[in-house]
């Protein structure tokens, strides 16, 4: 199994600021993966994270926009850049684990 | 590109009926997990299905993968409130895609 934690818990931020979100798991994995849900909805891949290689997005998401750091194999982060009202959400990362998916508890992104 | 569908989008229910939803690939999938997220929480696994055809059980819930790899289903039978949440079903293609999820709610 895979305990992961994330932190901030929930965060209101201001349009045009920045926040980073971090995540960190209990134990070595190849793969980490950020998604996105929005109130009610369904779970939206933004990028995977390989420690030591750049992420790779899925169509919709830009580097520039929600850039990823992968730094060791227990850690990441991804920032939610030049933030707008539409970017108010859940965001969660997620590893693989023995053929399980493991999921933080998130992080609740408001923007005002 | 690939999409999951899964229906329905709610179902309320008496404690002690059955319920399923179920969920449709527009593509053949590598395989297919389920996940319960209860509300204010966040998704859990519930299994991974591999194998064309295949049926897994976990006390009450079965979970069915279709022959062709594209659709599945999963059935509560007599359901207990503990069972409320969104369920969802993934399919892994190139990515993890994930269905928009079935809310169950019981009354009892």
């Known amino acids: 199994s895979a305990v992961i934690s994330q932190k901030p818990s929930r965060d209101i931020c201001q349009r045009g600021t920045s926040l980073t979100i971090q995540c960190q798991v209990d134990?070595?994995?190849?793969?980490m993966f950020w998604y996105r849900q929005q109130p009610g909805q369904s779970l939206t891949l933004i990028a995977t994270a390989n420690q030591g290689s750049e992420a790779t997005y899925e169509s919709g998401f830009v580097i520039d926009k929600f850039p990823i750091s992968r730094p060791n194999l227990t850690f990441s982060t991804l920032t939610v850049s030049n933030m707008s009202p539409e970017d108010s959400s859940i965001y969660l990362c997620?590893?693989?684990?023995?053929?399980?998916?493991?999921f933080g508890p998130g992080t609740r992104l408001t923007v005002t | 590109g690939q999409q999951v569908m899964q229906i329905p989008q709610y179902q309320h229910v008496q404690e002690g009926e059955d319920f399923t939803t179920y969920c449709n690939s527009s593509?053949?999938?590598?395989?297919i997990q389920w996940y319960k997220q209860r509300p204010g929480g966040h998704p859990v696994f519930l299994i991974q299905l591999v194998k064309s055809g295949e049926v897994k059980k976990q006390k009450r819930l079965t979970f069915q993968f279709g022959e062709a790899k594209k659709n599945s289903s999963l059935h509560i039978t007599a359901t207990q409130t503990t069972d409320v949440g969104t369920y969802f079903c993934a399919g892994a293609g190139t990515a993890l895609i994930f269905g928009k999820g079935t809310t169950l709610s019981v009354s009892s």
């Open positions: 593509t053949t999938l590598s395989n």
């Open positions: 997620s590893v693989e684990s023995g053929h399980e998916q493991y």
């Open positions: 134990s070595q994995v190849t793969m």
